[in-house]
């Protein structure tokens, strides 16, 4: 069985994170959560839903939270980013969730909840900018802080979020590396917590979810969404359709079999299941669109994600056979692009 890879951002961004920005911005209109509330975005990869959350949301904060070094560095060439922070919880948040301390550092991470993770003493234990020891595609410790001081701006820009803002002009996104069932916050420290494309590669989703309304203060939304790899991401479905004409075994990998929380049955259960109420769900439909055949395929050989590692691990004369497989079976348009269904399953619940 082919060892899925998470450690190379640009390629995941190539792959697959290119076409979640359209549904992060169905999702975000979806939730049309007031501005000014304290966010948080788990399994938050190269940045597509942060960098969405910053350009329309207007959060007092937001923390994105992952445990791919590789994937927060990635993101924090495209976001503006806080300074990187340390210390202790201490300082408190008023009544509509809004920062009450103008500082940045060590008071903005208390601000914002985050608890000081790893082993050590002192303030700012077990937390690190990337660069400091942690090398490409490594888990780092939770509670890792991604950042540097002073602001930085990518050439993207979060997609259009406020070019060149920084924590004393505009908003901006701290980046934490952690565990998502085993969040770095405290209690009730934020009123917003999202993610996208993630909940699935978590192995215990229901410990995931529960640390979502865990850190959620009451009243808070807690909301997440999924491709629907059975029926609606259109791009996997092909691979693998034509991978497993060609090699049956396949089959065991396909996300559509074996990611079966990707329903929205199943995640209503596990939204009910940690305590959450108004529990809703909707599919969000968005179309990929590949320039071309290369445009499709160049990212499977990306080495990121479960059908680029498959398609590592075949030697040439089989990958090529895939290959020219897909080509035969991809739909064009009359301009030789690629339109492609792209659906995901969004859910949603309020705290208590």
């Not at 951002?9 to 939730?31: H, I, K, N, Q």
């Not at 917590?193 to 009451?218: H, K």
């Amino acid at each position: 069985m082919a060892h899925e890879l998470w450690a190379k951002g640009d390629a995941y961004e190539a792959y697959v994170g290119r076409w979640s920005r359209p549904v992060a911005a169905r999702f975000l209109t979806w939730l049309a959560v007031p501005p000014g509330r304290r966010w948080l975005d788990v399994g938050c990869g190269t940045g597509a839903l942060t960098g969405t959350i910053l350009a329309t949301a207007t959060p007092a904060e937001l923390t994105g939270i992952d445990p791919s070094i590789a994937f927060l560095t990635t993101a924090g060439s495209r976001l503006t980013l806080l300074p990187a922070a340390s210390g202790p919880p201490s300082a408190a948040t008023g009544p509509t969730g809004a920062r009450t301390d103008p500082g940045t550092g060590a008071d903005s991470a208390a601000a914002s909840g985050l608890t000081s993770a790893g082993t050590g003493s002192g303030a700012g234990a077990g937390l690190c900018p990337v660069g400091a020891g942690a090398g490409s595609g490594a888990r780092a410790d939770s509670g890792s802080v991604v950042g540097a001081a002073g602001s930085r701006t990518g050439p993207e820009a979060a997609s259009g979020a406020a070019q060149g803002a920084g924590p004393d002009t505009g908003p901006g996104a701290r980046f934490v590396a952690g565990d998502a069932r085993a969040l770095p916050l405290r209690d009730a420290a934020v009123d917003v917590v999202v993610s996208g494309l993630a909940l699935n590669f978590v192995p215990s989703p229901a410990a995931a979810v529960a640390e979502f309304a865990r850190v959620t203060a009451p009243g808070g939304t807690v909301a997440a969404y999924v491709w629907d790899y059975a029926d609606g991401m259109a791009m996997m479905r092909y691979f693998w359709e034509a991978a497993t004409t060609l090699d049956p075994s396949a089959a065991a990998l396909d996300e559509g079999r074996r990611m079966s929380i990707c329903s929205p049955a199943a995640l209503s259960a596990l939204w009910s299941a940690a305590g959450l109420t108004a529990v809703t769900t909707r599919p969000i439909d968005t179309t990929a669109v590949f320039a071309d055949f290369d445009d499709y395929w160049t990212p499977f050989l990306g080495g990121t994600g479960p059908a680029p590692s498959y398609v590592a691990s075949l030697p040439t004369d089989h990958r090529d056979a895939l290959r020219d497989l897909l080509r035969t079976r991809l739909p064009r348009a009359a301009d030789g692009s690629i339109p492609l269904l792209a659906r995901a399953l969004a859910i949603r619940g309020t705290t208590i």
